[in-house]
């Protein structure tokens, strides 16, 4: 037991960024300050949803620290119209950053997924597929309202049943 927190306490690995030895347990360089974990910005929901219901006022912008930009649209009304559904489709797309260059943080859960399919049945048709990074699909179950219906109701019982998989083919959890 002894050993191997003396082991712990001296492993050390390369860092990728600038060639130094490091911790094995370092969550930063200390030699050139890079991350070496996945970081993420704000909730990648509460951003779609702010940006769906206020980003004519830039409301997911300030929400993510982008100040002077969330003032842009505030003053020019979201570019009247277009910057607000660029921003809408940048965030569906997962190609939204923060005023850090972070990505925002998206876990898909069985809950938000469910929620997002149901709301398929409402018209959203495919939301619950562009939270799951299943972009392509996404668009596809879109512009054909979910296969017409019967495509959003399988994925809602692969969602409750616990079979539905995320672009990377984890399943979704929790
Ligand atoms: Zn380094």
Redesign the pocket.
């Known amino acids: 037991m002894e050993n191997q927190t003396l082991e712990a306490a001296v492993s050390t690995r390369t ?1 990728p ?2 060639g ?1 030895q ?1 911790s094995e347990t370092a969550q930063k ?1 200390k ?2 300050g ?1 991350w070496l974990i996945k970081r993420y910005g704000k909730s990648w929901v509460i951003t779609y949803l702010l940006c769906s219901f206020f980003g004519a006022l830039g409301i997911h912008n300030f929400y993510n620290k982008k100040i002077g930009i969330g003032i842009a649209q505030l003053l020019t009304f979201g570019g009247l119209g277009i910057w607000w559904i660029i921003d809408c489709i940048m965030i569906l797309c997962d190609c939204y950053t923060d005023a850090d260059g972070l990505k925002l943080d998206r876990k898909p859960t069985i809950g938000g997924t469910a929620v997002f399919c149901a709301l398929g049945f409402l018209g959203a048709a495919g939301f619950h597929r562009f939270y799951t990074k299943h972009i392509g699909l996404a668009f596809l179950q879109l512009f054909t309202l979910g296969g017409f219906g019967i495509w959003t109701l399988i994925d809602f019982i692969m969602i409750l049943t616990g079979k539905f998989t995320d672009a990377d083919g984890n399943l979704i959890k929790g």
């Open positions: 860092c960024f600038c130094e490091i360089c030699h050139c890079e």
